[in-house]
RNA sequence: GGGCGUGUAGCUCAGUUGGUUAGAGCGCAGCCCUGAUAAGGCUGAGGUCCGUGGUUCGAAUCCACGCACGCCCA
């Protein structure tokens, strides 16, 4: 026996199912029953475990949950393990503020031992949260009990033994450290942490691959860097810190040279915040595109070039009035306001304007430095480290072009593409050969200059369109030799004076230059500094701004690649030296002469940068300068610049990855994801893999100090055989985990000198950790069977931005290195979590909405539908936290009025969520619940013997029909993990289901209990079988509603499974497949709607009967179909009578428009004619289309034949009848009304108001009542002669009796009011 | 600067190989239905289909150029 239903309280529901699972073990008893089928493997991409759970990670959780749920449903066996990302720099920030650590030496002092123990405690504390959370969402994976990861939390760091009980039951006893390292095995079972040593042992296990590839290099980057902290920053750090504050701002001049190397009058001006970075310049970089004035000065007549613009530029006139942007940011008290350079140079004699050139000009013009004096600048390599040199000599085979001996002219000219011998040579003076050869020599010098890329400069080398623009380019390089000059010259005049020589010169030079590129390229590598100081293209950022632009400065950038971001970006693109001039506490290295030990930022420092320039003659102008600054959020100094030692991977062998990639669908489509990563893999730069950090993975490189030898260890195995074959530190290390500090205090002995090894202090990129996990959950290394069975994945869904470049490149390209194979077959992508009104929520203005507030608000059912309808390529706009409005949680522990992480609670709300719940949730409930009562009612025994579906009425077959077709729809949209295609289905069939199936049938479920009639039957044995079904269909998708559902319409059935979430899939039953009932039905619906139009037309209301629905249509087919549908059509419209006609041409005007899409291939130009003249041809010869005849006729002038497809038949007006139609059905409904339908129709307004009346009065369902009513309008009573027998049927009215002296507010029954109550 | 994508109703978005009167949901206005329904249905107002030019009998759709926005890259 059915419970009887209430409202559906989606909430508290979600509670007692919860429960439910929880007390039945339903979960456990899904994964016995499906152990050992074939496996559908998911890989859980892993959650950063620093922070409580919002509602954008619910996304993505929620399709995972709904796959696993679909397969297991399916009988596969599944894994079901969740994946916690846990080591990296989120994790020490937080830690850090925990702990109040200001600053690297903080940690150090504090104990790097400690601080990684803490790192560990914080990311158990959040993985238990987010588990709890998780569970709350409904989301089943093989979870960590919450309980025991705080007991590992709490005793991380102690020797005290603690007893563990994991997942799958097993006890251990060990200190914490011990079990911690090994969370996850697929012993134990539970969620993987990416801190467990198999995790990072794996990746130890990749590294080393690249390493026995030659693919391991160390390298170097410019971070912003905090002297007294001792740490590299990231970037959002430095947004923390930023300042206003004001520097001591130099205008100096560098000395132009002449091709001689000898100094002229001329002169770059540039201008610097950071007078300490002077000493490590190495260029200046211009805007080519930019004018530079040539101004010489009257005092000493020295000439300088800087930006035009820049001469009358007052610069930061606005700062000076409005300051810097925030309130406190105004401008320095005691600062004055910056003057024009016109006034700088006036002020010391005046100046005259000689010229303006280009940037373009300057570019390549050598000058001396400022500091060339220090040894730094007089190094040959500068900190330069120069790429693996075997890739320099791989790069150079494939250097395809063949420099033949110049005695071979014609060879020479052959490989440039040329047919010619020398005999004939004056061939080469034709234009188109001139031409020809300036094409093909600027496709061979962009070819020539890639092949001797690598290891010398970075930029991009460009299809050269212009002798001139391959000119600047070899400027840019430092190019000095005047060959190419020659040839160009050559060149130039060989197009006017066509002579054997010249074209020979040409030739020649060509060929000159090409031999001595690659020598004058290397040469390069080998300058110092001092020697390679010129102007360059300060090129763009990465919106396409010049980084090199009029107005604050001089439009000349001094350019230090070891001291600045940019300037180090633009250097390593053309080949410049870098000068790393500090040392880790921010002072200068010993190579830097007097500044030696200073620190960089000390106003000490940069006086003796000014004294030293006054002295040599270079410092033109000083002045103070404010601007907004970056600082140390923790110590409060200066950030500085700083080049910093990096290991990388080089990522040569993208096109291994780009292969791996297109084996795998991206989805969904439209976000082109395979394209996105294979242009990502494409532009992509070398892997920096490493992070001067204390909490991550302990790069397993080992150096010697002596040479620089580097070795990369590929196992703790092999790392261990090592230290104890002439290393030192194992047994210390033993019995930790492989992070720092304890791993390193690990040695290994150096073959090759005999020295010891240590091994690099930094830890690795955390992407390494999440992309290693394909190899380290599934047990690559140490479980190799079921690596075999679980790789590659079936499905990783994550959401997309970003992972381009982060999760899904490490997955490809480990699993590229590890394996060849693509790491998953499917992936599935979606975007961003907004609010309503399409902005990113925010943690700080209170915004963000937290899981437990939207789960205990919304309703975790209401949220997972949402997410599963999204189009996962649009963002989703959730919904709305206010704030300001506090409420209380009920949850399933009790009230509470904070989130899991201590946040108030407040009010969400949600429009898509109340959208939900209204069109699909509480019709399929109120569906459910119509059901169960009426059930209950009538003790409806679901075990009762079936109606055969052939005997049941046409309305329950096309319910069943359609329900198999809903099967088909839903299984296909999980199978092609389209599930917005599965739930538009599932909603379009509750829709029928509740506003066709149900509003049809209402009256086959009301007939008296004893009945026991084969229809009544029938129809609770259709419904109960589809509400059944649904339930089952959904089980992925609403879980919780599902299974409310389904308890209780299985109550009492020993059979059937105790949860849905045990049962089969349903699998669509074909022979209940009926296509063309279903079209029959659709024709129906289509008849009703366009009735339901014409009697809104007609002003008449539905519960006013009216004579006659006549319809027509194109073919006798769909004649037959609608008329087999004629009752329903009757009763849905309140007709007493449908009939179908072959024409309704006696009542309705028909109108014929030309079918354009057949006509135009036929007749194309006639088709205007077609449409002014078709309307008027005969109507007797256009009735004739219409029975499906071909007609002959004139249009345009010309003789056409017009088949009945041609044509659009619509109907028209006619007079007592309203009509319409809609594709190709015609209806008219007659509007005449007769004394007795208008009496039928008051009676059925009186029986509406009395179950108004009913369900006001909250009366059960066959509770009888008796009826007054008051009016002065006499034909109701005659009315009610007629009808009072249907009316107290229909209301379970004793009697109805006119009164006087109600009170109650009068209502319509047809034109008369009348008050009617009830009692 | 290069590549990719997007531009359609107040908002969010569909729109098939080019075809007639460009659709849906939300919101707004009105009406209707309802003894399962705190739901639902219908109608209406609301459109320079980003702009310009081209191809075509016919363009939101194809092509070219431009504009705006987004993403990726340097």
Redesign the pocket.
Known sequence: MFSKVN?AEFITGEHTVLKFWNERHIFQKLRAKNAGKQPWSFLDGPITANNPMGVHHAWGRTYKDSFQRYWAMNGRDLRYQNGFDCQGLWVEVEVEKQLGLGAKSAIEEFGIDKFVQECKRRVLKYAAIQTEQSVRLGYWMEWDSPEELRKLASAIGTETPVTLTTPKGITETAPAEALVSRLGNPDWGGSYFTFSTENNETIWTFLKKCFERGKVYRGHDVMPWSGRGGSAYSQMEVADGRKLTTHRALFVRFPLLDDAGQETNENLLIWTTTPWTLTSNVAAMINPELDYVKLQSKKDGLVYYFAKDNLEFQRLAKEFKEGFGRPEWQWPKGTPKLKTLSQIFKESGGYEVLDTVKGEALVGRQYRGPFDELAAQKDPRGEWQPAPSQNIAADKDTDELAIANLDRLDLFCESLGIAIDESNIQQVLLPEDLKKLAKDTLARLSQHLKCHQAGIF???VPEFSTLQQAQLFFKNLGYRSNILEEFYLNYERSRNDHSADLSKMVLTKLHEFLEELPAQLYRNKWRTAAEQHRVIDG???????PNVVAGEGTGIVHCAPGCGDIDH?IGL?WGLPVLAPLQGDGTFKSTFGPFTGKNAVHPETVQLVIDSLKEKGLLVAEEKYPHIYPFCWRTGDELVFRLVDEWFINMDWRDEIMGVTKQIQWLPD?I?GQ??EV??L????DWMISKKRYWGLALPIWEDPETGDFEVIGSLAELKERALDGGEGWNDFQGHTPHKPWIDGVKIRNPKTGNLMTRVEDVGNPWLDAGIVSFSTMGYNTHPDMWKKWYPADLVTECF??Q??NWFYSLLSMATMMDGTPPFKTLLGHRLVMNE??QPMHKSDGTAIWFEEAAEQIGVDAMRWMYLQQ?P???L?FGTRHPEEKVTLETVNGPTNTTIDGVPTCKVTS?PA??V???VL??LW??Y??FV??ARLDEFDPNAAVVPVAERPEIDRWLLSNLQALIQQVRAGFEAFDTPAACAALARFI?D???WY??RN?RR??RSKDTGDLDKRAAYQTLYETLLTLTKLMAPMTPFLAERMYGNLTSGQPNAPESVHLCDYPTADESLLDASLNRRMSLAQTVV?VA??L???A?Q????PLAELRFATLSAEDLISISSLKEVIADELNVKAVSGFESLGHIVKY?Y?????????KY?????AF?EELPKLPSDLLEGLRRGQTINATVGGEAVTIGPDDV?I?ADQAEGWVAGDESGIQVALSTTLTPELVKEGMA??F??H??????D?N?????R?TVDYQTSEPIVAEMLKEWSDLISS???ANEITPASGLSGKPVQVGEAEVIIT?K
């Open positions: 409202d970075r930029q991009e090129g763009r950022d990465f919106k396409g701004t970006h693109q439209s082109q394209e996105r242009e990502w494409t532009n992509m730069r931005p970003g381009f470049r009104q399409g189009n390529a649009s963002d706009r429009g109340d959208e719940r209204r069109q509480i019709p109120n569906s619940a119509f009562n009426y829709d289901l509740s506003n149900i509003r209402r479920f009301w709607r339901h139009k009697r809104e037309v002003d209301r539905v519960r006013q109108t428009k030309p079918n354009l899409k057949t006509l135009g291939p194309g130009k006639l088709l205007n449409r659009l619509g059925r307004d029986i509406r009395i179950q108004q009346a009913r369900k009065a009366l059960e369902i066959q509770q009542i229909e209301t379970l009830i």
